[in-house]
């Protein structure tokens, strides 16, 4: 056969090595989720990890708490999808070259 397992093998290591310097770039870089105008405000990282929430004190009423924790919620879940775009298209970008071979990604 012409297939060299020696040489899958080491694609495979390289792509994994590639793979985990990704992983801990990703914890270093940071995107915002926002709501309410902006006025909730939400940082996560590339390992979706929520890093700060910020809240504008004119939105805080505490007769409706309800619609603030739902501010929260709707900029905490902006974030964590900004960070989830930003992962999947850096791996991309890794397990790209190999997404033909069987077996792999």
Known sequence: ????????????????????????????????????????RVIANGSQEILSIAIDPQIVDPEDVEMLEDLVLAAVKDALSAAQAMAAEKMSKVTGAMGGLPGMF
């Not at 093998?9 to 870089?29: F, G, I, P, Y």
């Open 1 to 40: 056969m012409g297939f060299n397992m020696q040489k899958l093998m080491k694609q495979a290591q390289k792509m994994q090595n590639d793979m985990a310097k990704v992983q801990e770039e990703l914890k270093t870089l940071e995107v915002e989720g926002v709501s309410g105008g902006g006025m909730v």
